[in-house]
């Protein structure tokens, strides 16, 4: 589980730690409809993750076949929807709600390159998120963090230690 520490501040939980980052730099949006955009964006995100999870966790009792199904139909039909929703923000300035970054470009950011990692043919079909990823990885204190030491590695480990997509 994530811990984000800062001072005597213990928190626990991704979406926690999102939420309070975002609080704490003025990154949940500057009116209502854009913040609804966060949340439902990032609600989305959480629902890919815990099908992903689902289907190739370490716990998961799907076989082969049911993964593979998942990763031909599901998972492209699940993308496509999130690709219909960012292209659905009004503000047309490359963000997924309002007209600079949120709290959702950051877990939109973080789910589309894991999904871009462990199923590239997937993600290249969709260029609006293809360029996304480039949009938020081109900004420099991003791209610093992307390039340092201090990002972490990180495998996808399915049932019985497989590492998917292979």
């Known amino acids: 589980m994530p811990v984000y520490r800062e001072g005597d501040l213990e928190?626990?939980?991704?979406?926690?730690?999102?939420n309070y980052l975002g609080r704490?730099?003025?990154?949940?949006?500057?009116?209502?409809?854009?913040?609804?955009?966060?949340?439902?964006?990032?609600?989305?995100?959480?629902?890919?993750g815990q099908r992903?999870?689902?289907?190739?966790?370490?716990?998961?009792?799907?076989?082969?076949?049911?993964?593979?199904?998942?990763?031909?139909t599901d998972l492209p039909e699940q993308v496509a929807m999130?690709?219909?929703?960012?292209?659905?923000?009004?503000?047309?300035?490359?963000?997924?709600?309002?007209?600079?970054?949120?709290?959702?470009?950051?877990?939109?950011?973080?789910?589309?390159?894991?999904?871009?990692?462990?199923?590239?043919?997937i993600i290249e079909k969709f260029e609006h998120l293809t360029a996304f990823l480039d949009f938020i990885a081109a900004r420099p204190k991003i791209k610093a963090y992307l390039a340092s030491e201090r990002r972490p590695a990180a495998l996808f480990y399915g049932p019985k230690g497989k590492i998917y997509p292979r």
């Open 82 to 121: 999130l690709e219909a929703f960012y292209q659905s923000n009004p503000d047309k300035a490359g963000y997924w709600a309002g007209s600079s970054l949120t709290i959702a470009d950051i877990a939109a950011f973080h789910a589309i390159e894991g999904v871009k990692n462990r199923f590239p043919k």
């Open 11 to 18: 928190i626990p939980e991704t979406f926690a730690i999102l």
């Open 52 to 72: 992903m999870a689902t289907v190739f966790g370490a716990l998961t009792t799907m076989s082969e076949e049911a993964r593979t199904a998942f990763i031909e």
């Open 24 to 48: 704490k730099h003025n990154l949940l949006g500057t009116d209502e409809p854009t913040r609804i955009r966060c949340d439902v964006a990032i609600e989305a995100f959480r629902d890919l």
